[in-house]
Each structure stands twice: as C-alpha cells, then as structure tokens.
C-alpha cells in the first residue's frame, strides 16, 4: 500500500529537491522522477508539422523557371528556323532588251516604237513564291514610255524562271528636252532605258501563307545599241555577269548581242593629238568611251569610240573590263577588227575574208584548270576588302573600281622613244658597270632584255624628277604573260597574267649605279618567274595587300610584243597610240616604236615641273660617256631577251589615232 506521503520516493530513492531544476511531478503522478523521462530508442527527430507555405513557394518558383526555360527554348528554335527559311528579296537580271520601229519626233515631241525584254528572276529562298498582279514600264530617264502586264507565275525554292515583257507606244508624248537627248544618244550610237517591275508577292511554306510583300525592281540604264539611222536595236552584249546562285562571275551572251560603240565628231586639232610634244592628260579623255554599267551584278565587257576629225584624222579608242580580258586581247582584237575592216574594204566579199592564226582567239576558257582553287581564294579576298571608292554595301558589285585621278590639270604626259641604237648603248652602259664592280654574273644574272633596260632607265628617271627621298617607299611592279609556261596557245582569248612586284631602297636608286641596282631587281622579279609562274600564287593577293598606303608603285602597261602599231584599218598605221589608264595608275606604258625599226615607245605621266627634270634626264643620260664603252666579247654576260615577250600589264584603255 502506498503512502500517502507525498515526499516520500516510490522507490525509496533519496529525494534529490530540484536538483537539476526541473519542476517537481505534480501530485497524484505516475511519473515520480524529477530528471527528464528516458529517451527512445531512435535519437533523431522528426517535426511533423512542416510550414505550408514554403512549399508552395518553391514550387511556384521551380514552374516559373521552367517556363522560362521552355520559352527561351522555344523562341531560339523559332529564330534558328527563321534564320533558315527568311524572306529574300527575289532578284531581277535583265538578259536582253532589243527595241523595233523606234522613232522620235521633234516638231510633235513624240516617242514610238515596241519593247521586248526578257527578265531572268532567281528565288534565294527556301520558300516558294507566287507572282500576282505584275505590272512594267519602261522609261528613258524619268520621262515614261510604255507599260504592261505580265502573267502571274509561281516560283519554286532556289528556282530560275525566264518571264517576257513586251511594250508598246504609239505617239507618246514626252518634253522636248528628252526628244533632243534622244536623238543626242541615238547618234551616238546607244540609248539608255529603264525598266520596272511591281508584283505582289507571297512566300508560302509547304501549303501555308508565310508573308505577303509588295515588290519593286528597277533596272536602269540598259543601254540599247542602234546603227545609223536604224529604228531596230538590241542590248550592248558581251556582258559579265554575277547571278546569287552563281559563287563567281560569269559571261553572258545571248543571240545579236553587240557592244557600244560610240560614233563621234570633234574640232581638236588632230595634229597636237596625235603628236608627240608634252599635253595634257585630259587631252585625249573624251576620245576613249566609258564602259556602259548596266547593274551592279551586269556590266558590259567592251567599249568603243570612233571620232571623226573632219579633214584631219580619226581616232579609235577602246575601254574593257580587266574581269575578262588582258592587254593582249586589246590589242588583239583592234588589230584583227583592223585586218577585217582593210579586207572588206579591198574585197567586199565576206566569205574571203579571214583572221590570221595569231589573231584568231582561242575562246575555249575549259582549258584553264585550278586545282588548287587559286580563283575563288582571290575572290573571296578581294570580296573581304574595304578600299576608298569600293562600295562594300554590295559586296558583289561588278563595277569597275573608282580610282580617281589626282590633280588632272596639274598633271601632263609624255611620249618617249628609245631607238634600237639607245638600247644597245644602255647594255653597253650595264656592261660595263658589271665589269668594274667585278660582279659574277653566273650567281648573280642580269636580265639585260630592251625591255628591262627601257624599264630601269624610265624608272630611274622618273625617281629623280619626282625627288624622292630615302625613306620613301618604293615597289617595282611586272605583270607577266602566263600563256606560253602553263602551255596554253598564245591566242588565248581571257586573262592570264599574274603579277610580280618588289620592294627596292630608294637610295640605291640615287647611288652612282642606281641604274644597275634597279636592273639587278628587275632581274630578281624575272629570276622568280622562271623558277614557276604560280610558285607562290596562294599567297600573292595577301602579300601584295600588305604593301603600304602612300607606297610609290610603278608598273608597265603594255608591251612591245602586242605590235598594236600594226592595226592597219586600210588609211595607214597608226600616228600615235596611247594608254590614258596610266593617267590614274601612275604606271608608265610601253609599246613598239612607231617608225617599224626598232626601239621602244614610253608613255609617262607626271607633274608639270616633274617632266621638266625627267625630260632633261632622259635626254642627257642617253649621251653616252668613252668610259661606258666596252668590248663586245661582255655581252654574253647578259641574258639579252629572255623572259622578253612574257612581260605584260592589264590597261584600261587604248587610243589609236590613224
């Protein structure tokens, strides 16, 4: 039986009275320790009652982030396959133009005449597109002529399609100042027209609308070649163009194309033309025509200009586009058109009329083969450029690159002749200077061809006048001739040059043998040539990126081997030739002398106090000295000729004045 006690221990333990301060049991109690109760078995603790609302929390944080995360996924592949499948513009080409019963009234300042052009349209995208509602009107400058419809077509992806426009006017009325420019530009030879096409167009994605635009394409300036008094006239052809779909350019010809050719008459006087006195070098600018830009992706290929100088002379002149031809081709093809038109003129029988080897081109281009693919290396370069006048907003423009001309009125041009008798003294000259210096000329070869010496005794006077100074950077450019060392027939009709420069000391040139010091680089360029005319090719268009801006660069346009002195048009040789591209390049030209017996011919252009001095140079350093004289038993220390006829430069122009 318990006791009643309350301070008696159950146990009969000793009390202990709140000796570990925990409250004593109340009464009645089962529990009869003041220490805490035994723990369980299981020492970790678990509280049951989590807080709610942190939960919920969390988890709405963890579904925002994931939405986030679905959106951003979404929208990246949203812009991936945008970026896949995004709207181009189509593109335009123009591929003939020709114009029938063509005629322009003055006294009712009318227009009449049909238009028939042929459009190519590429689709660049990998959406089809469907044409509705196409309209055209073609113009001259801003006066319009005629409009029509074209039927509606639908394009498929990366697709072609050739559509025709056909235009007619009856009496159109047009101001009188575009009647005079008219019949200005048609006796000249050419008009220029306009086109333009505006559809509705919509881009579709398998069967689905994807977007709907309104398009407008202009195609200016087409230039439509007539002949005399003719209403009939087709689109100057022989065009290089560069279609999307294409990774490089092409040539473009279609059935009757033609080239421009401008007939001109002129009051100059011929004689102070086709001199050779000091003149100005915008003299002879209007003389040599403008190649017609059809579009930045089209432009012609070849140019022409005759002016008649009534009771004096004529004057041809000729402009090409460096993409296809070289400057043997110029000159090839004035002195075939030469040979045609003397033989027509002699026998008017065209069926007997023929082209000599020499002058009959070699069209096949298949023949060129690149395995390293040398061109689209230099292509993709030259597409990389950011230079002063190339506009880089069209990254293919096929427009020639602006070179402006530097003080035109301040700048005059000179012609030089170097006889046969001046060359052989110039050598004997070289000689002479290997012969004291005790050069070894096995180790050390010098290319002692008229050509080298002509160029090296130029240059050297060219460095004087110009006063150069020691810390003047100076470059030596040739252009060689590939034909004859890739074994392809020399009359081959296309580009296939490649050019060599180097660097030389301006004080070496000012140095008593300035005049041998330069040859001795001229022969190191030659030396290089005929180790391997593509040894180095890759690295050509890099290395010649790297010559400096304000560099003195002087190359040779022309050659003596072209015989352009022999383009006979049936009224005698030529007078004169000249090659105003130098007027931008600063090169200086060379070609045959004139009088057939020898000798080398030297355009060069340069201020007006500048050929003061080189005129005075040129002249006086011809003299030749007792001390310059040597036996002739030296002149097989000179490979005389070599590598002579492979020398060439690109020229934008050439003037032939009869």
Not at 413 to 428: C, F, M, P
């Amino acid at each position: 039986m318990a006791s009643s006690d309350p301070s008696r221990p159950a146990t009969g333990y000793p009390f202990v009275p709140n000796g570990i301060n925990y409250p004593p049991p109340p009464p009645g109690t089962a529990y009869p320790y003041q220490a805490p109760p035994p723990q369980p078995a299981n020492p970790y603790y678990y509280n049951t009652n989590q807080p709610y609302p942190n939960q919920r929390a969390t988890l709405l944080r963890r579904l925002i982030a994931a939405l986030i995360i679905v959106t951003v996924i979404f929208f990246t592949i949203l812009f991936i396959i945008w970026l896949v499948i995004r709207p181009h513009l189509p593109e335009f080409h123009v591929t003939s133009l020709s114009v029938s019963s063509f005629n322009v009234s003055s006294s009712s300042s009318s227009v009449t005449g049909n238009w028939n052009a042929r459009f190519q349209v590429y689709n660049p995208n990998k959406l089809k597109i469907s044409y509705d509602d196409i309209q055209s009107s073609i113009s001259y400058k801003s006066e319009f002529l005629s409009q029509t419809r074209i039927p509606p077509f639908k394009q498929g992806k990366r697709n072609v399609t050739d559509i025709n426009a056909e235009y007619g006017a009856m009496g159109s009325y047009i101001v009188g100042r575009a009647v005079n420019q008219i019949n200005g530009d048609k006796g000249r030879g050419s008009v220029s027209f306009n086109l333009k096409i505006v559809a509705d167009a919509v881009y579709r994605v398998g069967g689905f609308r994807a977007r709907r635009r309104l398009l407008r394409a202009f195609c200016d300036d087409l230039a439509v070649g007539f002949s005399g008094n003719s209403g009939s006239g087709n689109l100057t052809g022989g065009n290089l163009i560069w279609p999307a779909q294409s990774t490089k350019p092409i040539i473009l010809y279609t059935p009757n194309d033609g080239v421009s050719l401008t007939i001109a008459q002129s009051n100059a006087d011929f004689d102070h033309l086709s001199g050779t006195d000091v003149c100005e070098i915008t003299g002879s600018h209007p003389y040599v025509p403008q190649l017609p830009i059809i579009t930045d992706s089209k432009v012609s290929v070849l140019a022409l200009q005759i002016t008649l100088f009534p009771n004096q002379g004529v004057s041809v002149g000729a402009t090409v586009h460096h993409g296809v031809l070289d400057a043997k081709n110029v000159a090839m093809f004035i002195r075939a058109w030469a040979h045609v038109h003397k033989q027509f003129s002699e026998n008017e029988n065209a069926d007997l009329i023929t082209l000599p080897p020499e002058l009959t081109p070699f069209l096949a281009r298949t023949i060129i083969e690149d395995p390293d693919g040398i061109d689209m290396l230099y292509l993709n370069s030259w597409l990389g450029l950011n230079l002063p006048g190339l506009d880089t907003n069209i990254h293919r423009s096929l427009k020639p690159f602006k070179q402006a001309i530097t003080d035109p009125y301040s700048k005059v041009r000179a012609l030089v002749r170097l006889s046969r008798e001046d060359i052989k003294n110039l050598r004997e000259r070289v000689l002479c200077q290997i012969e004291k210096l005790h050069l070894d000329t096995e180790t050390r070869p010098m290319h002692l061809s008229s050509f080298v010496l002509a160029y090296a005794y130029v240059f050297v006077c060219v460095f004087k006048a110009k006063g150069l100074e020691r810390d003047d950077k100076v470059v030596l450019g040739l252009t060689a001739d590939c034909r004859a060392r890739l074994g392809i027939p020399e009359n081959y009709f296309g580009c296939c040059v490649m050019p060599f420069f180097v660097h030389i000391d301006p004080e070496t040139v000012v140095q008593e043998n300035g005049f041998l010091n330069v040859i001795e680089r001229l022969s190191e360029i030659i030396a290089r040539l005929n180790k391997g005319v593509l040894d180095g090719a890759k690295e050509k268009f890099a290395e010649f990126m790297t010559i400096r801006p304000g560099t003195l660069m002087v190359t040779v346009s022309g050659s003596p081997q072209f015989q352009i002195y022999k383009a006979d048009f049936g009224w005698g040789v030529p007078r004169k030739v000249e090659t105003p591209s130098i007027d931008k390049t600063g090169s200086i030209s060379m070609q045959e002398n004139a009088d057939g017996r020898g000798g080398i011919e030297i355009g060069v252009v340069l201020l007006k106090h500048e050929m003061e001095i080189f005129n005075s140079l040129f002249v006086d350093g011809l003299v030749l000295k007792q001390d310059q004289i040597v036996g002739g038993e030296h002149t097989r220390a000179a490979k005389v000729g070599e590598a002579e006829e492979l020398l060439d430069l690109l020229v934008e122009g050439n003037l032939c004045q009869f």
